[in-house]
C-alpha cells in the first residue's frame, strides 16, 4: 500500500522544495516502493483523471470514506478500474477496502462514463479522453507535448530491423504535425538526428520487447544534439580515441555515444562514464547494462569530474569530452515535468439518479488549504510533458544562483580544455539562460587554457549535417529568451560564434524542450608543451553544486 502513498507524495510535494524534473526527483526519492513503479502509476492515472474524477464523484464514495483523499480515491480507483492487477494492496488493508466496499458503484458509474461519450470500449475512451486533452488547448496550442522521441539504439539493433519489427504495423508520415494529430501507429523520422523516431505521445513502448530489451530508449531530441555534433557523420570506423561523459546519470547520452560509435562499426573506443552522486550512478549503470553498452563504457560511480586529473595514465587516450552539467533547468518546459491530475470533491456526492438516497447523515470533512489546492481543475499531462512556462521558472532562479551555476559550469569546461590529447569537446544545458549558454561558451574561449592549447569553437559550417542545417542559433548578447534580457555586459559573440552555437526552444513546432549546445575544438600538437603543468591541482575550493534539473 506504500505505492499510493508514495505516489501521492511526489505529487503533492512542492517541485521547488527539491529541485530536478519529475522523473529525477522521484529516482532520488527515499521512497519505499520502486521507483518504475509509481512513475508508471502516475503517468497511467494522469491519462485517465478526467473519467476518474467523474467516475469518483458520481459513486459518491469521498464523504463515506474518511481515510480516502481526493488524491487517493483516483490513484486507487485507476487500479481498481483499469489495472490488471487490480489494488497493489492485501485485501484487508482499510483503503483497499474502502474502494472495494463501492466496487458495484464505481464499475456502473465508470460504465456510464463510457457510454455518455459513445465509446464502445475502454480503447475507445482512452482515445476520446486523450483526443479532449488536446482539443482543450486549442487549434493553436503547441505540439510539443504529443510527441515521443525514440531513439534506436544501434549496439543492439538497426532502424530498419525496427520498422520491419516493433513498428512494422506503423505508418510513415511526412511532418511533426502529422504525428501529434495522431492517435496511434504513425511515426516520423527526424531530419536531423539518424535513427531517431517521433511517435504519437499515445503510443505505450515501456512495456514492448524492444524497449525492455535496450533496443530502443525514450530519449528526447534535443539530448540526442550533444553526442551527435561531438562524434558528427563522419566515423566510419576511423574515430581514434576514447571518450568521457563527465556528468552523465542516467545515461542517455553515454549510451547515445556507444550507439553511434556502433553504428560506424568503431570497435577501438572506451567511454569513461560518471556522475558524482552514487545514488544516480546506479541508475547510470543500470541503464548502460540494458543499452548493452557495457561492454564498450567504463562506468566510474560517484566520481566527480572535476577531480579527475586529466594526466592519469588511464585517460591519455582521451581526445573528446561530453559536458552536461548541472543547471538551472529553465528550458525543461515541456518535458517530464509532475503530472498535475484532475481530482474530485468531495461534496458532490452520489449521482444525480439516486436523489433519494440518505446522504445528509454523513458529516463533510474539512479540507485544508493543500487539499482544497489540490481539487482545483489541472489539466493532466503525460510523463514528458507540461510543465511550468518558461517565464515562470526563470524568475524562479535568483541572479546569485545562476552565477554559481555559470562558474561552475566554466570550470566543467576549462577542465575539459585541460585534458592533454582531447580535440572535441561538446557543451550543452537544458536552459534557456545566455548566462549559462553562450556567456560561458564566450569566457571559456577566453580563459587561458582555451589560449594556451589552442581551443575554439566548432564553426557552424564544420558540424555534422544535422546540426548544420537546424535554424536555431545562439543569441545575441542583447537578447535571451526570445526577447527577455538578462545580459549582464560581461560577454559578447561574434556573429560566427554566435552563428556556431545551437539553440532550441520550449513549446514550439519542433516538439522539443529548451536546450542549448556547443562544441569545441582544436588542432592536435598545438598547446601540447605544456600538458605536463599540473592541471588539476590549482582548481579553487570548489563551490556549493545545485543538482539542478535532469535534461533526458
Known amino acids: 500500500m506504500s505505492l499510493y502513498f508514495d505516489a501521492a507524495s511526489i505529487l503533492t510535494q512542492p517541485s521547488a ?8 526527483r522521484l529516482y532520488q526519492s527515499q521512497l519505499k516502493s520502486p521507483p518504475a513503479q509509481i512513475y508508471a502509476l502516475i503517468i497511467e492515472a494522469s491519462k485517465w483523471d478526467v473519467v476518474l474524477k467523474e467516475v469518483v464523484e458520481n459513486a459518491g464514495i469521498l464523504p463515506l470514506e474518511p481515510k480516502l483523499t481526493p488524491l487517493l480515491s483516483v490513484l486507487l480507483a485507476h487500479d481498481f478500474l483499469l489495472s490488471k492487477k487490480g489494488i497493489a494492496a492485501p485485501a484487508a488493508h482499510p ?26 470500449s475502454i480503447d475507445q475512451l482512452k482515445a476520446s479522453i486523450a483526443q479532449m486533452k488536446r482539443s482543450q488547448g486549442g487549434e493553436s496550442s503547441s505540439i510539443a507535448p504529443y510527441v515521443r522521441w525514440v531513439r534506436i539504439n544501434n549496439v543492439r539493433t538497426t532502424l530498419d530491423d525496427e520498422l520491419r519489427t516493433t513498428f ?31 511517435l504519437p505521445h499515445s503510443v505505450e513502448l515501456t512495456s514492448s520487447q524492444a524497449y525492455k530489451g535496450g533496443k530502443i530508449i525514450l530519449q528526447d531530441k534535443a539530448s540526442c544534439f550533444p553526442a551527435y555534433l561531438l562524434l558528427g557523420d563522419q566515423l566510419d570506423g576511423a574515430w581514434k580515441g576514447d571518450l568521457v561523459d563527465a556528468c552523465a546519470a542516467p545515461g542517455n ?33 543500470k541503464m548502460v547494462g540494458v543499452a548493452g553498452a557495457d561492454k564498450i563504457t567504463k562506468v566510474l560511480p560517484g566520481q566527480d569530474f572535476l577531480a579527475l586529473d586529466p594526466l592519469e595514465d588511464r585517460f591519455k587516450s582521451v581526445t573528446a569530452l561530453l559536458l552536461d552539467p548541472s543547471c538551472s533547468g529553465s ?3 515541456g518535458r517530464d515535468d509532475v ?6 470533491t468531495a461534496a458532490s456526492g452520489a449521482p444525480a439518479s439516486r436523489p433519494g438516497e440518505a446522504r445528509g447523515r454523513h458529516k463533510k470533512r474539512k479540507r485544508g488549504p493543500e487539499q482544497q489546492q489540490q481539487q482545483q481543475q489541472l489539466v493532466s499531462t503525460p510523463p514528458d510533458d507540461d510543465a511550468l512556462p518558461a517565464e515562470e521558472v526563470k524568475s524562479d532562479i535568483d541572479a546569485e544562483r545562476l552565477s554559481k551555476l555559470a562558474n561552475l559550469q ?27 549558454n553562450e556567456s560561458v561558451v564566450f569566457r571559456a574561449l577566453g580563459s587561458e587554457v582555451a589560449k594556451r592549447r589552442g581551443w575554439r569553437i566548432l564553426p557552424r559550417d564544420q558540424q555534422c549535417q544535422g546540426m548544420r542545417e537546424w535554424k536555431y542559433r545562439g543569441v545575441s548578447a542583447e537578447e535571451d529568451s526570445k526577447g527577455q534580457s538578462d545580459y549582464d555586459g560581461s560577454w559578447s559573440l561574434s556573429e560566427e560564434e554566435r552563428e556556431a552555437c545551437i539553440r ?13 549546445v556547443a562544441g569545441f575544438v582544436r588542432e592536435p600538437g598545438v598547446g601540447d608543451d605544456d600538458v605536463n603543468q599540473q592541471n588539476s591541482g590549482q582548481l579553487e575550493e570548489e563551490e556549493d553544486e545545485w543538482e539542478g534539473f535532469s535534461s533526458d
Open 253 to 285: 547520452k553515454t549510451t547515445h555515444l556507444a550507439s553511434l560509435l556502433c553504428s560506424k562499426a568503431v570497435s577501438n573506443a572506451k567511454i569513461y562514464s560518471m556522475d558524482a552522486s552514487q545514488h544516480r550512478s546506479k541508475t547510470l549503470q
Open 331 to 333: 528550458g525543461i518546459v
Open 339 to 344: 503530472p498535475r491530475l484532475t481530482l474530485p
Open 168 to 198: 512494422a504495423s506503423y505508418k510513415p508520415v511526412s511532418s511533426l504535425r502529422d504525428v501529434a494529430s495522431a492517435e496511434g501507429g504513425v511515426y516520423y523520422i527526424d531530419k536531423n538526428v539518424p535513427d531517431l523516431l517521433a
Open 504 to 516: 532550441c526552444w520550449p513549446n514550439d513546432e519542433e516538439c522539443m524542450g529548451g536546450f542549448f
Open 17 to 24: 522544495s527539491i529541485g530536478g524534473s519529475f522523473k529525477s
Open 410 to 436: 566554466l570550470r566543467i569546461v576549462e577542465h575539459a580544455f585541460s585534458f592533454p590529447f582531447a580535440t572535441r569537446v561538446a557543451y550543452s544545458t537544458c536552459s534557456i539562460h545566455s548566462q549559462e
Open 95 to 120: 483503503l483497499r477496502l474502502a474502494i472495494e466496499r463501492h466496487k458495484n458503484r464505481l464499475k456502473a458509474e465508470f460504465v456510464k462514463a463510457r457510454i455518455r461519450r459513445q465509446c464502445a
